[in-house]
T-cell receptor, first 114, second 115 residues
Framework: DAMVIQNPRYQVTQFGKPVTLSCSQT?????MYWYQQKSSQAPKLLFH???????NEADTPDNFQSRRPNTSFCFLDIRSPGLGDAAMYLC?????????????FGPGTRLTVT | GDSVTQMEGPVTLSEEAFLTINCTYT??????LFWYVQYPGEGLQLLLK?????DKGSNKGFEATYRKETTSFHLEKGSVQVSDSAVYFC??????????????FGKGTKLSVIP
């Protein structure tokens, strides 16, 4: 089945130690998104790639970076994680075409910062 | 700006009860509307969608109708099951200006169904 895959499902990192989360998709969608979701809150969009074009949300901290080396993969890099960055990180994809705007989400990576 | 307001939770129902979760929206332009469901520890799954006025989205016994005149997209199910226990998010999608579409979510409504 075509899907969005996130690895790892659970990640523990130390305060200030860089960490990378990965997302891959077999849907061949041209847009990939990264969301941060804290407990009991709605997902918050950090940034997205439309093909190779990177689009950052205005309030996304500089501590968060992203890379998309090809259509299938997208990475979220947190350069110096703080305790406030502990959250679920969700990757999503969509295919921009007329009448089809829904996003397909991966299972998420739960990040713990110690 | 665009926004989605959905009823506060948590909502607790007995099995086989009728479910309504209210959702209203504010948007410039003509959004598409979605309901997503999130089971504990999981990502979001698309439950149903509607892309134009009077469209009815349906899936797994859940339904929602796009009401442009009342800017609403209320989620309903006639008979809930324990397995429906999850958090439900109402969302709208509008063009982002960067060529793609962005989702604006409501705050989510936690549903617990007890046997």
């Amino acid at each position: 089945d075509a899907m969005v895959i996130q690895n790892p499902r659970y990640q523990v990192t130390q305060f200030g130690k860089p960490v990378t989360l990965s997302c891959s998709q077999t849907l061949n969608h041209n847009v990939m998104y990264w969301y941060q979701q804290k407990s009991s809150q709605a997902p918050k969009l950090l940034f997205h790639y439309y093909d190779k074009d990177f689009n950052n949300e205005a309030d996304t901290p500089d501590n968060f970076q992203s890379r998309r080396p090809n259509t299938s993969f997208c990475f979220l890099d947190i350069r110096s994680p703080g305790l406030g960055d502990a959250a679920m990180y969700l990757c999503a994809t969509s295919r921009v075409r007329t009448g089809s705007y829904e996003q397909y989400f991966g299972p998420g990576t739960r990040l713990t910062v110690t | 700006g665009d926004s989605v307001t959905q009823m506060e939770g948590p909502v607790t129902l007995s099995e086989e009860a009728f479910l309504t979760i209210n959702c209203t929206y504010t948007a410039t332009g003509y959004p598409s509307l979605f309901w997503y469901v999130q089971y504990p520890g999981e990502g979001l799954q698309l439950l149903l969608k509607a892309t134009k006025a009077d469209d009815k989205g349906s899936n797994k016994g859940f339904e929602a109708t796009y009401r442009k005149e009342t800017t609403s997209f209320h989620l309903e199910k006639g008979s809930v099951q324990v397995s429906d226990s999850a958090v439900y998010f109402c969302a709208l999608s509008v063009p982002s200006g960067a060529g793609s579409y962005q989702l604006t979510f409501g705050k989510g409504t936690k549903l617990s169904v007890i046997p």
